[in-house]
């Protein structure tokens, strides 16, 4: 089930100008997930990813907290998938394979968190992430046939990285 999803492949790293964020989650669709999305049913999931300035004697200050969503959506008459991530410039991206469109759906490559003029040299840092399946609104009349959507819940733990700029 989803509810093993897990985030993967987080790499904290920076450009010349700004802190950047990479990372994917593993297990994120299941064949009832996958199945869904083939019948028009849009999905959407939301990774959140947070920034702090860790201190030893006072509360950690928040420098950045973003919310990204990605979106997929299906043609069936196009025969195509439809990819919106609200961070790229780029969307919607369109697909042909269903594999390829749930590679874009889990992966963030290159988000940028903040600019590395607000972050001191030699101070302590820390990024969080997870990702969460965003619940599916659907029209009244499917709720009672799609009742299984609710097994598609899935919210991954906190993963922390701690850093020294």
């Not at 994120?28 to 860790?54: H, I, Q």
């Not at 001191?120 to 009672?144: C, D, F, M, W």
């Amino acid at each position: 089930m989803a509810k093993d999803a897990t985030l993967a492949n987080i790499i904290v790293t920076n450009t010349r100008d700004d802190l950047l964020v990479y990372l994917s989650v593993d297990g994120a669709f299941t064949k009832k997930m996958e199945d869904a999305v083939k019948n028009g049913v849009p999905t959407s999931f939301s990774f959140f990813v947070k920034l702090y300035r860790t201190r030893s004697l006072w509360l950690d200050k928040e420098m950045a907290d973003l919310t990204i969503t990605h979106t997929i959506k299906y043609n069936s008459l196009k025969k195509e998938y439809a990819v919106s991530r609200s961070w790229d410039s780029n969307s919607p991206v369109l697909l042909q394979s269903f594999d390829t469109a749930t590679k874009l759906m889990t992966e963030i490559d290159s988000l940028k968190v903040i600019p590395l003029e607000l972050l001191e040299k030699g101070k302590q840092y820390q990024i969080q992430a997870k990702a969460k399946l965003s619940r599916v609104t659907l029209p009244y009349y499917l709720h009672n046939v799609l009742f299984f959507l609710s097994l598609w819940d899935f919210e991954t733990d906190w993963y922390t990285i701690d850093f020294i700029y």
